[in-house]
C-alpha cells in the first residue's frame, strides 16, 4: 500500500455552551469539568499525544480562558508546591503544561461542528489531522486513535470512528452506510447521514468522536450549507468525500468495540466517573467496597 504523509496534528473543538451542564457551566468551561481528578479536555489531549500528535489547535470561545490557562504554566502554585515538597502534587500540575505545544484560536459565531473544523485551516494548512470532541472519552487501554491514524497513513483519504449502538439509538449519532474490507475492523464509508430516523438509518454504525480528516474537507466546507439544525455539519462535508474520491480520498471507518465514557450527558458523566474511579490503582479498592455497600444498602 501508499504510504501517506505522517499525520501529527490534532484539533479539538472546545466552542460549545455546555448548556445540558447548567447551572455548573455558567461560569466554568464543560470541557473543564473533573472526571475524578482532571478536567476532561486533559484525557483527551493525553489520547492525541499517545498518537503522536503533538500539535495540538483548540477551537474555543468567549469564557473559555480557563482551557487555556489550564495548560499553561502556573509558577505561583508550582513555587508554593516546591517549597512545601509536594513533588508528587507538582508532578500533577506541571504535567497538563508539557503534554504538548498548544494553538487557540476562536470560533466565534456557533455555527456547528464543521464550521469549528473550518477555523482550524490557517494551522492546518495541505496535511491530514485528526479531529477529537471532547464530549467521547477513549479508554487510553484501547488506543483508537493510533489505529484510525495507521489506517489513514495505509489508505489515504478521511477515517471516521463508528460503534455499533442499539438500532433505537442511532437517531442520536451521524450514521454511516457501510461496505466491508480486508481487514474486520475496518470498513469503506459509502455514505453517511446526521441523526436518522430509526426506520431511514442505513446501519446502526454510529460515528463517534474521532475523526482522521484529509485537508479537502476544507474546501468542502466552505461550500456546504448550514443542515441539520441550522448549523454546518461535518457529516454533511464527509458524505461528499464519500461519494466521490477524486476529492479528497475514500473514508473509511475503523469499528471501535472497546471502552468509551460519553460525558456529554450528565447520566453517562456520573457513570464515567463511577467507572474510572474503580479502575483506579490508589482509588479503586476502597471505592469499590464502598460503592458494594451502598448498592447493597439501596437495594
Not at 515538597?85 to 500533577?92: C, I, P, Y
Not at 474511579?277 to 437495594?299: H, I, K, N, Q
Request: proline share 7%; net charge negative.
Amino acid at each position: 500500500m501508499t504510504q501517506h504523509p505522517r499525520i501529527s496534528k490534532a484539533v479539538i473543538p472546545a466552542a460549545g455552551l455546555g448548556t445540558r451542564f447548567l447551572p455548573a457551566t455558567k461560569a466554568t468551561p464543560k470541557e473543564m469539568l473533573p472526571v475524578v481528578d482532571k478536567p476532561a479536555i486533559q484525557y483527551v489531549v493525553e489520547e492525541a499525544v499517545a498518537a503522536g500528535l503533538d500539535d495540538v489547535l483548540m477551537v474555543t470561545g468567549r469564557n473559555k480562558r480557563p482551557l487555556e490557562d489550564h495548560f499553561d504554566r502556573n509558577y505561583e502554585l508550582e513555587s508554593a508546591l516546591q517549597k512545601k515538597g509536594d513533588a508528587s502534587r507538582l508532578a500533577k500540575v506541571q504535567e497538563s503544561s508539557d503534554l504538548a505545544t498548544m494553538h487557540y484560536v476562536r470560533q466565534g459565531d456557533p455555527k456547528g461542528l464543521g464550521h469549528a473544523v473550518l477555523c482550524a485551516a490557517p494551522h492546518v494548512g495541505d496535511e491530514p489531522f485528526a479531529v477529537l470532541l471532547g464530549d467521547d472519552l477513549i479508554d487510553p487501554r484501547d488506543p483508537l486513535l493510533q489505529r484510525m491514524v495507521e489506517v489513514q497513513e495505509q489508505r489515504g483519504g478521511s477515517v471516521v470512528a463508528l460503534m455499533e449502538v442499539a438500532p433505537e439509538q442511532i437517531h442520536l449519532y451521524g450514521c454511516a452506510a457501510v461496505e466491508t474490507t480486508e481487514d474486520s475492523d475496518v470498513v469503506q464509508v459509502s455514505g453517511l447521514v446526521e441523526k436518522p430516523d430509526p426506520a431511514d438509518a442505513p446501519s446502526n454504525y454510529a460515528i463517534i468522536g474521532r475523526y482522521v480528516l484529509d485537508p479537502h474537507i476544507f474546501e468542502i466546507l466552505r461550500r456546504t450549507e448550514p443542515g441539520r439544525g441550522g448549523e454546518i455539519q461535518l457529516t454533511d462535508a464527509l458524505q461528499q468525500l464519500a461519494e466521490d474520491e477524486k476529492i479528497g480520498g475514500p473514508v473509511h471507518g475503523v469499528v471501535f468495540k472497546g471502552r468509551r465514557y460519553d460525558t456529554g450527558d450528565r447520566g453517562d458523566y456520573l457513570r464515567a466517573i463511577v467507572r474510572l474511579a474503580c479502575e483506579r490503582e490508589d482509588l479503586g479498592p476502597d471505592f469499590r467496597t464502598w460503592l458494594r455497600s451502598y448498592v447493597a444498602e439501596e437495594m
